[in-house]
């Protein structure tokens, strides 16, 4: 889209050769006429033409450049280009948040008489969108336990229009067989939709495994420091635009250009701050595992993680997540929560800060006791998200607050 560069941009022979730290650090940049060394934020609404037949060109898009940022702005232009070479995605549009990329990614495709098919274990407002919103425009959705491939068999129909999933799934980290669903979707041509955000875009790719679209919270790692929301889908290049371009221009969740620069500038980061989190997760995993007062811990990457197997053939690490549960229910939960010392309560995950959740009081608490049960959330389940502080520090403040449990 863009001509702005008069100083040398990124552009290796093939970018897909580069390592994806090098990627995360120089994919997508357009430098403008100044040569600056950190990407600009363009923070401007609209865009001034050299004349009107200038003007004309650009909206009948025959001339490349901007027209407005609803459409697409230069800053957040190297954000999704960033984006897209890690993802290895022929394109990509960033979103207002998480939730916009959800939305946008299902309903950009669907009209009335489709089917959606959807693994149970969403996002809390993800399964919103699909229990209250869609069957209000005549759509029909029917919701599966993601990891029996047979029950994804059972789900598919002729008109199923789009399967939807995440995997590892919240809160619970269970793996969903991603290449298989993908086979069994298309078979009717059904979109597959992998909202890849426990993976990261470093330890999963779901394009590779047979996926369609990716969507991303990138408020959670790819800031990774707790300032700003924002989301994006990847996809193809059909799909761009038969589906989701023009319903993106017209329907305008788009990201502000100070957000994507936030998010473009964490993404140099993104590498060291995943290694070394998914590093101290899995060591916090195993202090979990062997302490008394811990019924049982979960971490893809564990050898009694019920699908470790399938983690690590679809994965290349374990991830940032661990989930444990205490033993003695919500009181003891409670007690462990408010003795941590370092770790905060709180609903996000991704971030610098470790930070710990109580499902069954919080992001699950719609639910009743026995479909959270179904989904084997129990009253004593946490969800921790491992940050950056030094591990020993983590373990000892988990250690001496679960003496309080
Ligand atoms: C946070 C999250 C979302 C929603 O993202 P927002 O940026 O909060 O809108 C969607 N899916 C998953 C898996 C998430 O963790």
Redesign the pocket.
């Known amino acids: 889209m863009s001509s702005a560069s008069k100083t040398p941009s990124f552009v290796p022979a093939d970018p897909a050769t580069l390592h994806p730290e090098t990627r995360l650090v120089h994919g997508g940049t357009l430098r403008s006429g100044f040569g600056e060394t950190s990407e600009a934020l363009f923070l401007t609404q609209g865009f001034v033409y050299e004349s009107a037949q200038s003007c004309e060109a650009r909206f009948k898009n025959e001339e490349p450049g901007f027209v407005y940022s609803r459409y697409a702005n230069p800053t957040t232009e190297m954000f999704e280009q960033r984006m897209a070479l890690l993802e290895g995605a022929e394109a990509a549009r960033a979103t207002a948040?998480?939730?916009?990329a959800?939305q946008a990614a299902l309903i950009c495709q669907l009209k009335a008489g489709d089917h959606v098919l959807a693994a149970h274990a969403l996002?809390g407002?993800?399964r919103w969108i699909l229990d209250e919103f869609l069957p209000r425009f005549g759509v029909d959705v029917t919701l599966v336990n993601g990891t029996d491939i047979e029950a994804w068999r059972k789900g598919i129909r002729p008109n199923t229009r789009a399967v939807l999933l995440?995997s590892p799934t919240?809160p619970t980290l269970d793996i969903i067989d991603i290449g298989a669903v993908a086979e069994i979707a298309r078979g009717v041509g059904a979109t597959v939709i992998v909202?890849n955000?426990?993976a990261t875009p470093l330890l999963q790719h779901p394009l590779k495994l047979g996926a369609d679209v990716v969507v991303y919270?990138t408020?959670?790692h790819v800031d990774g420091q707790g300032r700003c929301?924002?989301?994006i889908i990847l996809t193809s290049r059909a799909f761009m635009d038969e589906h989701l371009q023009t319903y993106l221009r017209q329907t305008g969740p788009s990201i502000s250009p100070f957000n994507a620069w936030v998010q473009l500038k964490g993404l140099e980061t993104l590498g060291l701050r995943v290694d070394r989190m998914q590093a101290s997760a899995a060591r916090i995993a195993d202090t979990l595992a062997a302490n008394p007062k811990v019924a049982r811990a979960l971490y893809p990457f564990r050898d009694d993680h019920p699908q470790v197997e399938l983690a690590r053939r679809q994965m290349s690490g374990g991830g940032t997540l661990v989930t444990f549960s205490v033993k003695g229910g919500k009181e003891a939960a409670f007690r462990f929560m408010n003795a941590l010392r370092v770790i905060r309560i709180s609903n996000n995950?991704g971030d610098a800060k470790s930070l710990i959740t109580h499902p069954a009081t919080t992001t699950h608490q719609r639910f009743t006791p026995e479909a959270r049960a179904e989904m084997g959330i129990d009253d004593g389940l946490l969800r921790l998200s491992v940050g950056l502080e030094h591990p020993d520090d983590l373990i000892a403040d988990l250690e001496q607050a679960l003496t309080h449990a």
């Open positions: 948040s998480g939730m916009a959800v996002f407002s993800s995440e919240n909202d955000v426990f919270s408020t959670k929301l924002g989301g995950l």
